[in-house]
């Protein structure tokens, strides 16, 4: 039997969203058990969802926030291993997912968590993406760089903070944490929604 269920049993943390054609597909941090790898859920009308089962299983741990875009028909899926940042593609939204590497996107001296791309059409026309992320170094920062045309590289030299927990909304936990980042870009303006303070606590929050 096929495995429909409802909204409210999809059992997943650092849920993303992707619509491709007609069919949506959720990924997201499995509750409860992170080690396993990252499930898929498909579904016509966001409140009614097939479970389709495991996409990708790399023998790693802590798989945490993955994000899946199409880009030129091919499927690409961010996501964090080991406080690492990793990028695996696939020809289905439903894998099953393969690395690009064995070796992290990003090289900055500390953990790094929570990896989302913006793609940015300029002014004149050209296309530049970006990879944002968060930096586990004695606090939780954001962070983005250049993300490099064939989507799976990234562009080290521009590495840079944009964030960090400075107002007094996001200082409530002793281990200051801004993570979580997601750009948008409406006419000439960009909105980063992120969350503050740490997960744990009731004080975590949505800031934009």
Known sequence: ???YIPESDVKTADPFVMLDGDTYYLYGTRAGNPNRGFEAFSSKDLKTWKREGYVIKTGRSLYWAPEVYKFDGKYYMYYSANHKL????????LGPFKD??????INTGANTIDSSVFTDTLSNGQIQQWLFFVEENNANRIYRCKLNADHITADESTIEKVTEATESYE???GYHCTE?????KC???YFMMYSANTYNSIYYNVCV
């Open 171 to 173: 200082l409530h936990v």
């Open 180 to 184: 979580g980042p997601c750009v948008i």
């Open 86 to 93: 990793y990028v695996a593609t696939s020809d289905s939204p």
């Open 100 to 105: 690009a590497s064995n070796t992290p996107m």
């Open 187 to 189: 006419g000439t303006r």
């Open 1 to 3: 039997a096929i495995d």
